[in-house]
């Protein structure tokens, strides 16, 4: 009898010990399947070099090949989420290899790369790239972007070489390239552009920067290259992922020591 009652303590005891085990072994499963669940998922996050940051002097011509009629600076910096434009006087003075000209004059002078020298010099910062845009140019890249909602502070009227007329009226309206263009043509392009991109350049045109490039290369006549896109597209994707990225407009005022270091401080 007494070793009958032995017996069925130990199986007892053997059962209990299983049982328990097996259940403990569930119960951590559990708990590490849970954590799991709530544990954020860590995502990779590109981080911009200062040497992928990118300054381009924007030239404006009525047709390839025209007399450049606006200046425009433009910086990218996708480690400091920054977008800075500046327009430049057009008679503002340089001096390129003892020639003292404006910027207009040196760009007739020797062309694009002469003009982004002379800027250069004068402003003390480096430029790396020209793009030369036409108005026509001009105007698919805006329609390509898809406009902008806009409402001019007067009526604008502008009257087109083939005789045709474009009449803006003071009212908030989407404005299409050729509108854009009219209004470039008489106001401040630097707010213009700075508008258009705050309203078009966002998460949702990452999937669409690649082919962006593509057409901003067969509309302009510029010497950035692939590489350089290559170089510098995973931080500008991870700008517009972010969505934070700062549009600057550097005012330009009749104190030129001022404005100066102001570029220089934000290129």
């Not at 003892?98 to 020298?117: C, E, F, H, L």
Request: hydrophobic letters at 40%.
């Amino acid at each position: 009898m007494k070793q009958s009652v032995r017996l069925f303590l130990k199986s007892f005891l053997l059962s209990f010990i299983i049982i328990g085990g097996v259940a403990a072994v569930i119960l951590i499963v559990m708990i590490q399947s849970q954590t799991k669940e709530e544990s954020p998922t860590t995502q990779y996050v590109y981080q911009a070099s200062k040497d992928e940051d990118l300054t381009t002097l924007l030239i404006f011509t009525p047709s390839r090949g025209g007399e450049a009629e606006r200046f425009l600076l433009l910086h990218i910096s996708a480690m400091q989420n920054r977008i800075s434009i500046a327009e430049l006087p057009i008679t503002m003075k340089t001096t390129v290899n003892g020639k003292t000209d404006t910027i207009s004059g040196m760009y007739d002078y020797g062309g694009a790369s002469y003009a982004v020298r002379g800027v250069s010099e004068k402003l003390e910062i480096t430029i790396h790239r020209y793009m030369r845009i036409d108005y026509n140019g001009l105007i698919q890249i805006v329609d390509y972007l898809g406009g902008m909602a806009y409402t001019p502070s007067e009526m604008v009227e502008t009257i087109w070489e083939d005789g045709s007329m474009t009449v803006i009226q003071p009212v908030e309206q989407m404005i299409d390239g050729r509108r854009f263009l009219a209004l470039a043509k008489q106001g401040d392009i630097a707010q213009l552009l700075s508008i258009l991109c705050q309203q078009q350049i966002n998460k949702e045109f990452e999937e669409k920067l690649d082919d962006f490039y593509s057409t901003l290369m067969n509309e302009t006549d510029s010497n950035c290259s692939s590489l350089d896109y290559e170089l510098r597209k995973f931080g500008w994707k991870q700008m517009l992922r972010q969505e934070t990225a700062e549009f600057t407009i550097i005012p330009i005022e009749s104190d030129e020591s001022a404005w100066i270091e102001e570029i220089k401080n934000h290129f």
